[in-house]
């Protein structure tokens, strides 16, 4: 039937046009942002899984930052336990050649007491943002320092910070205030030879501040002995076994945060890849779809053309 009031090739013309419109703003949309999910209207699920992980990666971002100055005060301990080892071997040398007969002990004495100072200054300067894992002025032996390992989130959806932690207590050199708190100012115990027999003495390298350690200062005169040169030296080459232990504890945990400093770069990348799978428009398909829905649109403006010039032709029927 043909109408001059209803025009529906026109209305099916309008409604296939409407529905390009929409097509086409949607693609421009994704192409313009980059995103085919980017609201949750758009992909609620998709959306909330997107916003989750960008949040943690964000967590692991920070965690990043804290590895790192994690790295960066096991890195400054070990150079000063590696610088102090260098002493303490450079000392235990000077008490072995105190050992020759003829040698003027005070005078290697004065340089003892100038390697001290100088372990001393290292203990002292190995301080990154106000912590010390080798020189403490305190009361207590030493403390399990944490640092910021990874962030986790559990299968039910609850969030942890996991840490790796040291104990300073294996690597503390000096503490002038409780001197058993110190590797080189408390007592060192060690046994050796003594003619035919063995014995045991205690020594200590350095006298704390506020008190001394068990046993003797690890210290020259004319007057030393042999045997207690013997005994110096078997209690320093036991400070030396103690503080290369410590050292090979620090570089262990340092090992430990470069590799999970790796790990969590890896695991981040992953989760960006992760999401854009999810959230990211492939830009191949939409200009491909936009241009496809640019000729359907040229086809529905010529298709409603024809549509509308049908009701003029009822006119001749008039003529």
Known sequence: MASLMTNNSAIAALSTMRSIASDMEMTQGRISSGFKVEKASDNAAYWSIATTMRSDNKALGAVQDAIGLGAAKTDTAYTGMKSAIDVVTDIKAKLIAAREPGVDKDKINKELTELKNQLGSIAKSSSFNGENWLYDNSDAAGTTQEMIGSFVRGGDGNVSIKTITFDTSKSMLINDKAAAGGLLTSGTTATFASGTTTTTGTYYLIKSTAGTGTGTEITLTSATTDLAIDGMVSSIDK?????????????????R?????????????????????LVDADMNEESTKLKALQTQQQLGIQSLSIANSSSESLLSLFK
């Open 239 to 255: 400070m030396l076994q103690t503080m290369t232990d410590a050292g090979a504890t620090i570089g262990a945990t340092t090992s």
């Open 257 to 277: 945060l470069k590799l999970q400093d790796s790990f969590i770069k890896n695991l981040s990348d992953t989760i960006d890849t992760g999401v854009g799978r």
